[in-house]
């Protein structure tokens, strides 16, 4: 592959344990790093399942004294952020273990910012804000999506402004150690299940074509792909198929090693302003905009997308290289029609004020971060195209 006369690198600050049950090496690692008080976050729902009454009891086994908080909600709000800061400070917590999606895994991450060096959220948002380490944190993620287990980043919501904002680090803002159990996602509601799956889907496909992959990240970013493509229906079908579950959450993890390095594309760019504006989570908000997206950046990286094309299992027998694109933009669509997911943004019937006003607020990340990840160069124009294209 061609890449750009100019370095990159890849770096990773995440200990990945990786099997079904391997949350029974949780007392292992926590002793490992001298954890003397545990805080466990979760959500309401996750707390009732038989994985995570399987965590606690790893944890009592060891004798560690613990607290638990359950209340985490959808899209990471800034209140459930201040909540467990002061639970954290009140209990002299020094290990947070955060089971749940992506949303409890960025509570936590901001969360242990604050507790160890004060202020607000919004003060941190950016990157290289904060100069002392974290709160320790151990990450086991019950949702195949985010991939926030292994990235340096946290994405928050802030409600008042109705903005989502990233705290990053590059080396203190990853977890300590993260579990992919293939026993995680049993529970997950099958919704849950296609959102997240898309969403991870996008971070590999994303990062394998961004102007800042390297051979390294192209082959975590590529297996990511083929190991999500291949097992999100089945899982979606029955989310106790351990081996489909633990190859999707891997490959899930895999697509969070590699955009950790390379940083992602418009569908990210568009649809973190498609989520809050039309108030959809964050994997719907990427499966409306992720088949208009791949087809528009498809002239930039042609011969990436018959590498796509083949880890999605596509037929690509006798198509010339310029209709390589239009086959992946079906498999897209069809991937995210078998999981169920049917909402288009037509369905919020935008007017043009509602699409001039995303289209702005992309194109303004898009100068700020965007220009370097993203393959295509990128006008205002061009991301009122794709809207439209997304409408239809």
């Not at 993620?141 to 287990?149: L, V």
């Not at 803002?173 to 996008?202: E, Q």
């Not at 089945?234 to 490959?251: F, K, M, P």
Request: aromatic share 8%; hydrophobic share 35%.
């Amino acid at each position: 592959m061609f890449y750009h006369q100019r370095n990159t690198s890849y770096e990773t600050h995440t200990r990945v344990v990786v099997g079904t049950n391997c949350i029974e090496q949780l007392p292992d690692e926590i002793k490992a790093y001298g954890c003397k008080k545990i805080l466990v976050v979760t959500d309401s729902n996750v707390s009732k399942t038989e994985f995570y009454a399987n965590c606690i009891r790893y944890i009592e086994e060891g004798k560690f004294p613990y607290t638990e908080w359950k209340e985490a909600e959808e899209e990471a709000p800034l209140r459930n952020v201040d909540e467990v800061c002061e639970i954290i400070k009140k209990n002299n917590c020094n290990l947070i273990v955060a089971i749940g999606g992506g949303s409890v895994i960025d509570i936590c991450k901001l969360a242990g910012v604050l507790a160890a060096n004060g202020g607000k959220g919004p003060e941190w948002a950016g990157y290289e804000k904060y100069s002392t380490p974290p709160v320790t944190l151990f990450t086991i993620p019950t949702t195949a999506g985010t991939s926030s287990e292994v990235t340096n980043m946290a994405v928050l919501h802030d409600e008042e402004r109705n903005v989502k904002f990233t705290v990053g680090h590059r080396v203190f803002g990853a977890a300590s150690v993260t579990f992919l159990d293939g026993n995680s996602i049993a529970s997950c509601p099958r919704g849950l299940i296609a959102c997240c799956g898309i969403d991870a889907l996008s971070h590999s496909f994303e990062s394998y074509i961004a102007l800042k992959a390297n051979p390294i990240t192209e082959a975590l970013s590529l297996s990511g792909i083929r190991l999500i493509s291949r097992n999100l229906r089945a899982v979606y079908g029955n989310s106790e198929n351990r081996q489909a579950a633990l190859d999707l959450i891997t490959g899930s993890a895999m697509g969070g090693l590699a955009f950790n390095n390379t940083g992602c594309g418009n569908m990210h760019c568009i649809g973190r302003h498609v989520g809050p504006h039309f108030h959809v989570n964050h994997g719907m908000s990427i499966a409306m905009v992720m088949p208009s997206v791949a087809k528009f950046n498809f002239p930039a990286q042609m011969e990436k997308y018959r590498s796509i094309a083949d880890a999605m299992d596509l037929d690509t027998r006798g198509a010339r290289i310029a209709d390589i694109g239009e086959v992946v933009v079906e498999g897209l669509k069809k991937l995210i029609s078998d999981v169920g997911i049917t909402m288009k943004m037509s369905d919020f019937n935008p007017s043009r004020e509602d699409l001039e006003t995303i289209a702005q607020d992309s194109y303004e990340q898009y100068r700020k971060f965007y220009h370097y990840r993203n393959p295509v160069k990128m006008t205002l124009k061009d991301y009122m195209t794709i809207l439209e294209d997304c409408c239809k």
